[in-house]
């Protein structure tokens, strides 16, 4: 009757697997009472003990939802692979809440000095190179250097299709705007090697500018993701919405998961 006098590493187990239980009962509360419409969605930050805690808000809710959604469509399935079921679901839900967590507690920290940067397609065949010198971004052929276009100024949030046609420049302030910000704001500028070709405002993607999560002093609103494998550029919203704006339409559509 091993239950009466249990060995070290049936305890061991027992109490790793009670843990794990808990864990995930308490993520899955979490986010059913965030998710429910009494439930006050007031962004704010607590300090205890010299140490920051971050209290579960809209921002999070809608982190945990867009993981979850890109779980569900197949996201993960490398970690799926990679890892047997008991592992992914030890790791899986404390590594979600600390990723939703600290995306948000540095979210007005002033961004990096501009330096000159190369980014490339999801394939590397094709990359755009960002001078902070020459104040230009050039798009070439990785292999040949051949140069494909160019797009003036300089820009710190660049992303390259995979056929090597477009070129999307993110906003300066990336997912934070200011909280004087309209949705006549330009939040993704797409070009065609030389020829700006579309340009994304903040009125595309929210029908009003309550829709925004507030931080210490800006909006956040979301972040633009990558081109996938279908040219398609895809963007995540604070919503917990994920979208894809197609280069020669520049509306939003259906994201076709690679």
């Known amino acids: ?18 843990i794990i239980a808990l864990l995930i009962s308490h993520t899955v509360g979490t986010i059913q009472r965030l998710s429910s419409p009494s439930h006050r969605m007031v962004p ?35 970690l799926a692979k990679r890892k047997k079921f008991g592992s992914m679901t030890r790791y899986f839900f404390p590594i979600l809440l600390m990723a939703c967590s600290t995306g948000y507690a540095w979210a007005d920290e002033p961004l990096p000095s501009p330096e000159t940067q190369t980014v490339c397609s999801i394939s590397g065949r094709f990359c755009a190179t960002a001078d902070i010198h020459a104040q230009t971004t ?62 994304v405002v903040l009125g595309d993607l929210f029908d009003s500018i309550v829709e925004l999560t507030p931080t210490m002093s800006h909006y956040a609103w979301g972040s633009i993701q990558s081109f996938n494998k ?29």
């Open 138 to 199: 050039s798009l070439r052929v990785k292999s040949t250097g051949e140069l494909l276009g160019v797009v003036p100024g300089w820009h710190r949030w660049i992303f390259v299709s995979d056929d090597g046609e477009t070129i999307a420049i993110g906003y300066e302030g990336m997912n934070l705007v200011p909280r004087s910000v309209t949705l006549a704001e330009p939040i993704i500028l797409l070009y065609s090697r030389n020829k700006l070709v579309r340009t």
């Open 1 to 18: 009757m091993w239950f009466l006098f249990p060995s070290t590493d049936r305890l061991q187990a027992f109490h790793r697997h009670s």
């Open 230 to 258: 279908s040219n398609q550029l895809v963007v995540s919203l604070v919503t917990g919405s994920y979208f894809a704006i197609p280069v020669h339409t520049g509306k939003l559509e259906r994201v076709h998961f690679d």
């Open 44 to 78: 704010k930050r607590q300090f205890n003990g010299g140490g920051m805690m971050m209290s579960l808000t809209r921002s999070h809710r809608s982190c945990f939802v867009g993981l979850i959604e890109k779980a569900r469509f197949g996201q993960l399935r490398t």
